[in-house]
């Protein structure tokens, strides 16, 4: 069944605490949709909770829990199946950032941001698909990508390896869950101003760097706000959309990737020389 409607629908959505996930989580609520929530950060989950509460929204269970770890998302899933009965709403929203060229990047970098943004999503889908299916009442899936799980971005390689995998989930899932009428959005981020943008781990390099600063300042300046992501990704949802884009550049990015490969090409080697100028 498509979700026409948030209003008294069921929705998971982790990464609830902070950027897209927490603006997605409050336009939700605006919407009348029962949330379930969850995020790493205890102390700005309860800080969301409460703000949702206190206008009106109705959050039914949250509970902070790191996703990378199965047995805590199988119990957090236990719990809710428990209390609520299966969900209609899955939104993986939760993710971190970790880039650095391939001489840089060390084995524990690669496998912490496989863990958290690829893994994390899968043991959500794992826990919660099943039940959907069999209540039989549809739903709808919505995994955050990013515009690096669409293009060769420079130094991006282990979180472009989480991402393009997230992608490829994503594909398989919106065919093998049509027969169940579960619905799939791929949302591909392009600059979004989040707490992300702060916290990204850049290996080798010194973020304190002024080049390094300069870069973030001018990433921030063509940055959307998070609320135009999470407007972007219920718009998706209701439209029962597969491609999300949250602004124009990634969309018309795509549409160039595919129509014109050679000039990509020429374009995507400019882009990784302009990085490597502006950070080493």
Same mark, same amino acid.
């Given at each position: 069944?498509? #979700? ?15 950027? #897209? ?65 299966? !969900? ?16 840089? !990047? ?17 043991? #959500?889908?794992?826990?919660?698909? %099943? ?18 799980? @669409? ?21 398989? !899932? ?14 591909? %981020? ?12 850049? #290996? ?21 706000? %998070? ?6 990704? !219920? ?34 080697? @400019? @882009? ?6 502006? @950070?080493?």
């Amino acid at each position: 069944m498509r #979700i026409t409607s948030l209003k008294n629908k069921k929705c998971l959505i982790t990464g609830a605490a902070s950027g #897209i996930g927490r603006a997605t989580a409050i336009a939700a609520a605006q919407e009348g949709a029962e949330l379930f929530l969850t995020d790493l950060m205890q102390d700005k989950l309860i800080e969301v909770v409460a703000e949702i509460r206190s206008a009106g929204g109705q959050v039914s269970f949250f509970q902070a829990l790191d996703i990378a770890d199965i047995e805590s998302v199988r119990g957090f899933a236990d719990t809710i199946h428990n209390q609520s009965g299966s !969900l209609d709403v899955l939104m993986n929203i939760a993710g971190i950032s970790v880039w650095g060229s391939i001489d840089q !990047l060390q084995h524990q970098h690669w496998r912490k941001v496989i863990e958290v943004n690829l893994m994390g999503p899968i043991h #959500i889908l794992e826990s919660f698909v %099943p039940a959907m299916i069999k209540a039989g009442r549809g739903g709808h899936i919505v995994n955050v990508s990013s515009a690096a799980g @669409l293009f060769g971005l420079p130094w991006h390689a282990a979180y472009s390896a989480s991402k393009f995998g997230l992608r490829g989930i994503s594909e398989v !899932l919106r065919f093998d869950l049509r027969q169940h009428g579960i619905g799939v959005s791929l949302v591909c %981020p392009g600059a979004v101003n989040t707490p992300l943008v702060g916290t990204v781990e850049i #290996i080798g390099v010194d973020r304190n760097s002024p080049k390094v600063q300069a870069t973030v300042k001018h990433f921030q300046r063509h940055a959307i706000k %998070p609320e135009q992501a999470a407007k972007a990704i !219920l718009r998706g949802i209701k439209a029962n959309r597969y491609m999300v884009f949250t602004s124009l550049d990634i969309r018309i990015g795509y549409w160039f990737q595919r129509k014109f490969a050679l000039p990509y090409e020429w374009v995507m080697r @400019l @882009l990784n020389s302009e990085l490597q100028r502006r @950070l080493k």
